[in-house]
C-alpha cells in the first residue's frame, strides 16, 4: 500500500523473534545519523507496554483515567495515548509523527503491512524465508545465499546496510518529480481498484420494486419465468393450419378460422384445415401450417401450390416455451436492469422484482478555489465539474444521491461534513483536498475517523498504458 499519511520514504525491518532487529537499528541508526539523515523511528510490540515510570506523577494521571497524557521538559517532550478502541494501523500511527523533522522513517514490525521492507534471516535460527510471499521486500540482509534476485546484503555488515538504504532513498528521490510517485509502492489503478472491491460488502436491504422504477436497479434475486413463451404452441405466419399426417392431398376443406387472442376448440379431422392468423393458437391436432401465398381458394376448399415451396411437417409453428420455458430462469440476481430487460419482465405479465435498495451515496466536493457552476466567475478559481460528473454516473447507475456541495477548507468543516455524510449515506465520495497542501484536510480527517486503505494511485502510468495501446 501507499501511505496517505506519509510522503516520506518508509522502510521497514522484517523478521522473526530472535534474528536481532533491534540490536542492527541499534548500530544502524548513528550510521545514517552521521550520513545526514535525520531518522524517525516506528516500533511494533506484541504485548502491552508502558514507556511510563510507576509512581511518576504523569503514570499516576494516566492510570486515574486520562486517555491522553502530554508530558514535556526542557529535553523532550512525549504524548501517551490509550487504544482501548483497537490497536492503530502503521498509516494511523504515521499521523503522529512531525514529518518536517525527519528524512526517513524506520518500522520495526509490521511485517504483514503492505510498504517496503528488508528481511533479516540468520541461518542457525532455521526460519522460514519471508520474501517468496511478500512482494514488497526490496532486499534481503542475511548470513547465507538464498535463491532470489533481490539485493542480497551481508547481515553483519551494518555498513553495507547503511549503504543500500542511502541508495535506496536516492532513488525514492528521484521518484518525486511528481507527487504520483512519493510513495515507492504507490497502486496501479488496477490494484486500486482491486482494494477498493475487496474492501466492499455485498448490499443486503432489499426491497420489491414496481415494473416502472425497475430501470437501472440491481436484481437481488432470481427472475424466474412465471409462463412458457410463447404461451401456446402457435402459427408463425398468417396460413393455414394442417395436420402433418395429411400433407400431400390434392385439397383440403376449411372448416374453421383462428385470430390471435382466440383459439379453435374442435379436433381438426383428416383432410380439414384451419384459417389461422399469425401468433394464433395451432388447433388441437394440427402441426404444420402453409403459408397463405401458396393457397388457392374456391369455396370452403383449398388447394396449395407446392411449386412456391415444399410442405414440411411442423413447418411455420411455434411450440409453447420455444423461447423461454416456465420456470428457468430469466435473470440471474445481480443483473443490473435496463430498458430491454423492463420490457421482457412486462411481456411475462411481471409488475415488481425484488431488487437491491438504491444505495444512497453523499457527495462534496472541497476546496476555497472551487464554486458552483452559474455563478459568476471569481478570480483565481475553477468551476466544480467533479461533483457533477460524478453525479451523473451515479444517477446512471441508480443510486441515491445526497449532494452536500463545495466544503470550505477548514479540518472543522470536513469533519462535521463527513460525520454526517457517514451517519446519513452506505457511502461518501468526495474530490479535492487529497494532495500534500497545507490546507488539504482530508487525509488528517478520514485518518482520525477511521483508517486509509489506500490513496496514491499511478494514474499517470495508466493514461500512458492507454495512449501506447
Known amino acids: 500500500m501507499s501511505f496517505s499519511n506519509c510522503s516520506l520514504p518508509v522502510l521497514g525491518f522484517a523478521a522473526f523473534s530472535g534474528t536481532g532487529k533491534t540490536t542492527l537499528l541499534e548500530q544502524l541508526i548513528p550510521l545514517l545519523v552521521e550520513s545526514g539523515i535525520r531518522i524517525a523511528m516506528v516500533k511494533h510490540a506484541h504485548h502491552d507496554f508502558d514507556v511510563d515510570q510507576p509512581g511518576k506523577d504523569s503514570f499516576r494521571l494516566r492510570k486515574a483515567g486520562a486517555e491522553q497524557m502530554l508530558i514535556s521538559s526542557r529535553r523532550r517532550h512525549a504524548l501517551m495515548n490509550e487504544t482501548a478502541d483497537g490497536e492503530y494501523s502503521l498509516n494511523q500511527l504515521l499521523t503522529r509523527l512531525d514529518q518536517t523533522r525527519a528524512d526517513l522513517v524506520l518500522v520495526e514490525g509490521f511485517k504483514h503491512e503492505r510498504f517496503p521492507k528488508i528481511e533479516l534471516h540468520r541461518e542457525t535460527l532455521g526460519k522460514p524465508w519471508l520474501f517468496p510471499d511478500d512482494s514488497n521486500i526490496v532486499a534481503v540482509a542475511c548470513d547465507s545465499q538464498p535463491d532470489t534476485a533481490l539485493p542480497r546484503l551481508d547481515?553483519?555488515?551494518?555498513?553495507?546496510?547503511?549503504?543500500?538504504?542511502?541508495?535506496?532513498?536516492?532513488g525514492h528521490k528521484a521518484q518525486t518529480a511528481t507527487c504520483d510517485s512519493l510513495s515507492p509502492t504507490m497502486l496501479s489503478v488496477d490494484a486500486g481498484r482491486e482494494k477498493i472491491l475487496t474492501a466492499l460488502n455485498e448490499p443486503t436491504a432489499k426491497a420489491w420494486l414496481p415494473l416502472e422504477t425497475l430501470h437501472g436497479q440491481v436484481l437481488a434475486e432470481d427472475v424466474v419465468a412465471p409462463v412458457n413463451v410463447p404461451s401456446s404452441t402457435n402459427s408463425a405466419m398468417d396460413g393455414y393450419a394442417i395436420r402433418s399426417d395429411d400433407i400431400g392431398r390434392d385439397h383440403y376443406r376449411i372448416v374453421g378460422e383462428v385470430f390471435a387472442g382466440h383459439h379453435y376448440s374442435e379436433t381438426l379431422n383428416q383432410g380439414e384445415c384451419v384459417r389461422i392468423m399469425t401468433g394464433a393458437p395451432v388447433p388441437q391436432d394440427a402441426d404444420t401450417v402453409i403459408m397463405r401465398e401458396q393457397a388457392t381458394v374456391d369455396g370452403d376448399l383449398v388447394r396449395f401450390d407446392t411449386s412456391k415451396g415444399a410442405v414440411r411437417a411442423g413447418q411455420n409453428v411455434r411450440q409453447a416455451g420455444e423461447d423461454l420455458k416456465y420456470g428457468a430462469t430469466v435473470f440471474a440476481a445481480?443483473?443490473?436492469?435496463?430498458?430491454?430487460?423492463?420490457?421482457?419482465?412486462a411481456s411475462l405479465g411481471m409488475d415488481k422484482a425484488c431488487c437491491f435498495k438504491p444505495i444512497k451515496v453523499a457527495l462534496f466536493s472541497t476546496g476555497d478555489e472551487v464554486q458552483a457552476p452559474g455563478t459568476e466567475a471569481k478570480e483565481n478559481c475553477i468551476y466544480d465539474a467533479n461533483r457533477f460528473t460524478l453525479r451523473s454516473l451515479l444517477e446512471q447507475l441508480g443510486c441515491e444521491v445526497l449532494d452536500l456541495g463545495i466544503i470550505e477548507d477548514s479540518e472543522q468543516s470536513l469533519t462535521d461534513t463527513l460525520t454526517n455524510a457517514m451517519e446519513n449515506a452506505d457511502m461518501v465520495m468526495s474530490s479535492g483536498g487529497v494532495?500534500?497542501?497545507?490546507?488539504?484536510?482530508?487525509?488528517?480527517?478520514?485518518?482520525n475517523l477511521g483508517d486509509i486503505n489506500f490513496w496514491r494511485v499511478n494514474m499517470r502510468q495508466a493514461g500512458l498504458w492507454h495512449l501506447v495501446n
Do not use: C, H, Q
Open 435 to 447: 494532495s500534500v497542501g497545507d490546507a488539504d484536510y482530508i487525509k488528517t480527517v478520514l485518518a
Open 155 to 170: 547481515i553483519n555488515n551494518i555498513t553495507a546496510i547503511r549503504d543500500f538504504i542511502l541508495r535506496w532513498m536516492e
Open 334 to 345: 445481480g443483473s443490473r436492469m435496463n430498458a430491454a430487460s423492463v420490457g421482457m419482465m
